[in-house]
């Protein structure tokens, strides 16, 4: 699906901290056919098929956050959402930044410990294509309070939730304004909690035989989440957890 504008509250880009961004460029360059465009300030962005999709930067030494993908959502006002997280009992981690004519981004962490990032476009409107294969497709929250996530979300960024399926993770999240639903939260252990993207194939079988060839581990084989479709998840040669879906 190509992308103009993302709706307010959408997860709209996503940025990969890592030790190595040449490791990264050559293992998910081979996974996902991803092109990289490296800009003089060593930010990469990753295209396919001509649109951005995702970036990466290399991990810097004091950063609160480890080695990971960054997940980002759409804020018309990122003044707005900085005060509606901190009112809702979240924490600024890093405030609004201009990031030259591209946008503006600012870095927040949930009252269960997870960060997130939230993103007000200028010159650049975020992820051009979602929900194809080698695209962001489907986020995952794992939390140890499903209910105050809910609460959370819901009050920063005007989400709603519904039961899901059978089987399937503790709630389904819907952005306003939204078609379908873009995300799940799932119980998790206290002091674990975070956002983990995933990356849509249409073989998610050998697409995970083909990141363990290029040196990634298969840390859960594709499982069946209802409503959803297939899932796994992985770890790239940098020890960076990220999942695949073959949506239903």
């Known amino acids: 699906m190509k ?3 993302h709706p307010a509250g959408a997860p709209c880009w996503a940025d990969l901290d890592t030790p190595d961004v ?3 460029r050559e293992f998910y360059g081979s996974l996902f056919g991803w092109e990289a465009l490296q800009l003089p300030t060593g930010y990469v962005n990753f295209t396919l098929s001509g649109e951005k999709i995702v970036g990466a930067v290399r991990l810097r030494e004091g950063q609160e956050h480890s080695a990971g993908w960054s997940v980002y959502f759409m804020s018309d006002d990122l003044s707005a959402t900085s005060k509606a997280v901190e009112a809702a009992g979240g924490r600024v981690v890093s405030p609004p930044t201009k990031v030259s004519v ?3 981004a600012a870095v927040y962490r949930a ?3 997870a960060l997130f990032g939230a993103w007000e476009p200028d010159k650049h409107v ?3 294509l979602v929900r194809e294969p080698g695209t962001p497709s489907w986020f995952g929250l794992s939390t140890p309070d499903t209910e105050g996530a809910k609460a959370f979300y819901g009050q ?3 989400w709603t939730a519904a039961a899901a399926p059978a089987g399937g993770a503790a709630a389904h999240l819907t952005f306003v304004g939204g078609r379908a639903e873009f995300a799940g939260i ?3 252990p206290e002091g674990a909690a975070g956002w983990t993207l995933h990356f849509g194939v249409e073989d998610i079988d050998g697409t995970a035989v083909a990141a363990a060839a290029l040196g990634g581990t298969v840390l859960t084989p594709p499982t069946e989440l209802p409503g959803v479709g297939r899932v796994a998840v992985l770890r790239d040669p940098a020890g960076v957890t990220f999942a695949l879906v073959q949506l239903a």
Request: hydrophobic letters at 25%; charged letters at 15%.
């Open 3 to 5: 992308i103009s504008r």
């Open 22 to 24: 040449d490791s990264a």
């Open 102 to 104: 591209a946008g503006s």
């Open 111 to 113: 009252p269960d410990g």
């Open 126 to 128: 975020g992820s051009g």
């Open 156 to 158: 920063v960024f005007g």
């Open 186 to 188: 799932t119980g998790g």
